[in-house]
């Protein structure tokens, strides 16, 4: 079992910056991979950003240029850095942690329990 908590969500005003982190309850170097979710009223929940064990990452079309996900590996915790948020950006943001079973292959997901990102003036 992993447990995810998130913290840093918030009001931002539009071209402002916020920086979310996800501490892991057991150490990042052991994750396939983690990532940001996030999920608009009436909206399914769509991929933000993501960074596997090896650093790479991959950025949804909408945030690319603006937001960069990043691994702490001595606060042990992944960070999403918002810069110039737009109001499209309002949704609850969900971090989600990955991990492959090194004899099955099988695929655990884990997820935290979400945090508000508004962005209004």
């Known amino acids: 079992q992993v447990q995810l908590v998130e913290s840093g969500g918030g009001l931002v005003q539009p071209g402002g910056s916020l920086r979310l982190s996800c501490a892991a309850s057991?150490?990042?170097?052991?994750?396939?991979?983690m990532g940001w979710y996030r999920q608009a009223p009436g909206n399914k929940r769509e991929l933000v950003a993501t960074?596997?064990?090896?650093?790479?990452?991959n950025y949804a079309d909408s945030v690319k240029g603006r937001f960069t996900l990043s691994r702490d590996n001595a606060r042990n915790t992944v960070d999403l850095q918002m810069n110039s948020p737009e109001p499209e950006d309002t949704a609850v943001y969900y971090c989600?942690?990955?991990?492959?079973?090194?004899?099955?292959?099988?695929?655990?997901?884990?997820w935290g329990q979400g945090t508000q990102v508004t962005v209004s003036s």
């Open positions: 960074i596997t064990s090896g650093g790479s990452t």
């Open positions: 057991i150490s990042i170097f052991r994750i396939t991979v």
């Open positions: 989600n942690a990955r991990l492959r079973d090194g004899a099955t292959l099988r695929w655990s997901d884990y």
